[in-house]
């Protein structure tokens, strides 16, 4: 079993950036990030491999947020730049102890998730 704790979300202005955190309890092979906008699916937007760090990002994402780890705090992290009105959602971390590949996004745990609010 592993728990997942998100934190960082906020209030910013269009343009600006935020780094949410996700805190991990247990080992796990991969962990990603996602966001769920009002009324809307959750939405992949990067992973990333534990132990070789090998990323994985969506389309809508690459070039805007960098998905990284700190294997020795067992955190995950998403800095996100140039957020945009759109961008507001409830974003999760989610992990796996099962290695599928990185482009799969099937997840077993999942974090509380924590709401990102982008004004224009």
């Known amino acids: 079993q592993v728990e997942l704790v998100e934190s960082g979300g906020g209030l910013v202005q269009a343009g600006g950036s935020l780094r949410l955190s996700c805190a991990a309890s247990?080992?796990?092979?991969?962990m990603a990030w996602f966001s769920q906008a009002p009324g809307k699916e959750r939405e992949f937007l990067a992973a990333?491999?534990?132990?070789?760090?090998?990323?994985y990002y969506s389309d809508s994402m690459k070039g805007r947020c960098t998905i990284s780890r700190d294997i020795a705090r067992n955190t995950l992290y998403l800095q996100m730049n140039s957020l945009k009105p759109e961008d507001t959602a409830v974003y999760y971390c989610?992990?796996?102890?099962?290695?599928?590949?990185?482009?799969?996004?099937?997840?077993?745990?999942w974090g509380q998730g924590t709401q990102v609010t982008v004004s224009s």
């Open positions: 990333i491999s534990w132990i070789g760090g090998s990323t």
């Open positions: 989610a992990a796996r102890s099962i290695n599928y590949g990185l482009a799969n996004t099937r997840y077993s745990y």
């Open positions: 247990g080992r796990t092979n991969a």
